[in-house]
């Protein structure tokens, strides 16, 4: 008896990893190095021991607050994008996680302003029908990051049109690269040159 052969396993890739913006952490850094000025010239050089201990806890507090907290924050951070959904994670005690598939996603809008543009970053929104939107904050290189997401879009869309099981770049069997630091890509509906994902990515 002959059995129909087995549709390959599609698997879920990591096709990149975000922060916002490296510049955010320009006033931490500088802030952080003002507070250890200020405690290095005080510490020490007051007339009673308990101001000195109470100067070198406020700056120890001072630099928590404006320097490693916001630190620390930025790196907690992170939004991944595979092939089938987009992942927000935040929080350093307490962890939240978002996810976002990409067959819901009905339109994605990039909003920048003049700070943002001279950095080529800005803020992505992905609409969600009549959810509020999904926002990716201060996302560098945004103009690849909106095209490589329609296309992405465009390919979960084209699959659950044809009624596939989901969207998937590359599988298991294939051996394909998770990410393009590795120098992968994704196969799109429609190959239209000079826009494919591996252009874009490597523009990052």
Same mark, same amino acid.
């Given at each position: %008896?002959?059995?129909? $052969?087995?549709?390959? @396993?599609? @698997?879920? /890739?990591?096709?990149?990893?975000?922060?916002?913006?490296?510049?955010? *952490? +320009?006033?931490?850094?500088?802030? *952080?190095?003002?507070?250890?000025?200020?405690?290095?010239? &005080?510490?020490?050089?007051?007339?009673? $021991? &308990?101001?000195? &201990?109470?100067?070198?806890?406020?700056?120890?507090?001072?630099?928590? =607050?404006?320097?490693?907290? $916001?630190?620390? #924050? &930025? %790196?907690?951070?992170?939004?991944?994008?595979?092939?089938?959904?987009?992942?927000?994670?935040?929080?350093?005690? /307490?962890?939240?996680?978002?996810?976002?598939? *990409?067959?819901? +996603?009905?339109?994605?809008?990039?909003?920048?302003?003049?700070?943002?543009? %001279?950095?080529?970053?800005?803020?992505? !929104?992905?609409?969600?029908?009549?959810?509020?939107?999904?926002?990716?904050?201060?996302?560098?290189?945004? @103009?690849?990051? @909106?095209?490589?997401?329609?296309? *992405?879009? !465009?390919?979960?869309?084209? =699959?659950?049109?044809?009624?596939?099981?989901?969207?998937?770049?590359?599988?298991?069997?294939?051996?394909?690269?998770?990410?393009?630091?590795?120098?992968?890509?994704?196969?799109?509906?429609?190959?239209?040159?000079?826009?494919?994902?591996?252009?874009?990515?490597? #523009?990052?």
């Amino acid at each position: %008896m002959a059995f129909p $052969p087995e549709a390959p @396993v599609q @698997v879920e /890739v990591p096709i990149l990893s975000l922060r916002r913006h490296g510049r955010y *952490l +320009v006033l931490p850094a500088l802030l *952080l190095l003002a507070v250890a000025a200020a405690a290095g010239f &005080w510490v020490g050089a007051l007339p009673e $021991p &308990w101001m000195n &201990w109470a100067a070198g806890a406020g700056g120890a507090l001072a630099a928590i =607050l404006v320097g490693l907290g $916001p630190i620390l #924050g &930025w %790196m907690a951070t992170r939004t991944t994008i595979t092939n089938r959904r987009v992942i927000q994670r935040h929080g350093l005690l /307490v962890h939240h996680r978002s996810e976002v598939p *990409l067959s819901r +996603v009905r339109s994605v809008h990039l909003r920048r302003g003049p700070v943002q543009r %001279m950095f080529r970053s800005g803020d992505i !929104e992905l609409l969600i029908g009549t959810e509020p939107a999904a926002v990716l904050r201060d996302v560098p290189g945004c @103009v690849a990051v @909106v095209d490589a997401l329609q296309e *992405l879009i !465009e390919h979960n869309f084209a =699959l659950g049109a044809t009624g596939s099981t989901g969207g998937h770049i590359g599988s298991a069997s294939q051996g394909a690269p998770a990410g393009p630091g590795a120098g992968g890509g994704f196969a799109a509906p429609t190959h239209r040159p000079g826009n494919d994902a591996t252009t874009m990515f490597r #523009g990052l």
